[in-house]
């Protein structure tokens, strides 16, 4: 099972957070955009709010654009929509 979607990405953030609504998921990365720096911590702050190993999340799209396509390996997308809400609601209520 592998499930896909869209993140927007911000990086340099001043912290890493996910935020999961209606209108889409968006991603903040501490990391600057050079070398693929934050499209590895765009995978491992996915991987990690979605309890998987960062092997199992991929860019399949989007590398050098701000809106990606992830992939997960493992998860529906039911599953990992769920999960990125949940994340997000507990880093509301910090």
């Not at 903040?28 to 765009?42: E, F, H, K, Y």
């Not at 998987?52 to 990992?80: D, F």
């Amino acid at each position: 099972m592998k499930c896909e979607f869209d993140v927007k990405v911000v990086p340099k953030s001043s912290a890493n957070k996910i935020e999961a609504t209606e209108a889409g998921i968006k991603v903040w990365v501490t990391a600057p955009p050079v070398d693929g720096q934050a499209n590895r911590a765009v995978v491992r702050l996915v991987a990690d709010r979605l309890g998987v190993a960062p092997s199992r999340v991929e860019i399949v799209r989007g590398h050098v654009w701000k809106t990606k396509t992830l992939a997960v390996e493992g998860l529906s997308l039911e599953q990992a929509i769920s999960a990125l809400q949940g994340s997000s609601e507990r880093e509301k209520g910090k």
